[in-house]
């Protein structure tokens, strides 16, 4: 499967954003998405995930209310909004798509997307 993140870009604090993750092929609902992000100097880290079916999604505290991850398996898509936007949520955003759970959480799947740059001014 390939994955093209998209979305980002430059938006000032207390701002929104939606990320999408667009996949190939014809089996996107066998697939767990996972949405991972890197700031500059940090390791990368793990910011949301949602099951197959959408019906279950696990959050990192830091954006718990704040994001909300979404798939539509028609459109082949995964989603990410990003509301209340910090500074601190400056990154390069990164989805990942693994038909095992514990595979996406852990951010050890084979297929990820070339990410996409969030910036958040203060």
């Known amino acids: 499967v390939q994955l093209q993140a998209s979305g980002g870009g430059l938006v000032q604090a207390g701002g929104s954003l939606r990320l999408s993750c667009a996949a190939s092929?014809?089996?996107?609902?066998?697939?767990?998405i996972g949405w991972f992000r890197r700031a500059p100097g940090k390791e990368r880290e793990f910011v949301a995930a949602?099951?197959?079916?959408?019906?279950?999604?696990y959050y990192a505290d830091s954006v718990k209310g704040r994001f909300t991850i979404s798939r539509d398996n028609a459109k082949n898509t995964g989603y990410l909004r990003m509301n209340t936007l910090k500074p601190e949520d400056t990154a390069v955003y990164y989805c990942?798509?693994?038909?095992?759970?514990?595979?996406?959480?852990?951010?050890?799947?084979?297929?990820w997307g070339q990410g996409t740059q969030v910036t958040v001014s203060s």
């Open positions: 092929g014809r089996t996107f609902s066998s697939y767990v």
């Open positions: 990942a798509v693994d038909p095992n759970w514990s595979t996406v959480v852990a951010g050890t799947s084979d297929y």
């Open positions: 949602i099951s197959r079916s959408g019906g279950s999604t």
